[in-house]
């Protein structure tokens, strides 16, 4: 089993700046991809940024040039670095992990963003 531990989130006006942090531990060696995704009552879960092992990044349009996604594929470590956030960055943010060598997926528990107008 892997486990997932964020950190960060919180409440902050619009135009400031938070950062959330995510750690794996269990049974996990490294990872094909990690990062963030966010979901609003009522929304699908979707896509805010990943980094893959490899080094690449994804991001949802939405957030490029606001979000950045770093990482490390040793220490199982992502973290997500947020500015110019705007009230439609609110959501709750889940860490997700798909694991290397043997590919599965893990899910944190969550972490709520609040940006105030």
């Known amino acids: 089993q892997v486990q997932l531990v964020e950190s960060g989130g919180g409440l902050v006006q619009a135009g400031g700046s938070l950062g959330l942090s995510c750690a794996a531990s269990?049974?996990?060696?490294?990872?094909?991809?990690m990062g963030w995704y966010r979901q609003v009552p009522g929304k699908e879960r979707e896509l805010v940024a990943i980094?893959?092992?490899?080094?690449?990044?994804n991001y949802a349009d939405s957030v490029k040039g606001r979000f950045t996604i770093s990482g490390d594929n040793a220490k199982n470590t992502v973290n997500l670095q947020m500015n110019s956030l705007k009230p439609e960055d609110t959501a709750v943010y889940y860490c997700?992990?798909?694991?290397?060598?043997?590919?599965?997926?893990?899910w944190g528990k969550g972490t709520l963003v609040t940006v105030s107008s």
């Open positions: 997700h992990v798909n694991t290397w060598p043997f590919p599965k997926d893990y």
């Open positions: 269990g049974s996990i060696f490294s990872f094909n991809r």
């Open positions: 980094l893959t092992r490899g080094g690449s990044t």
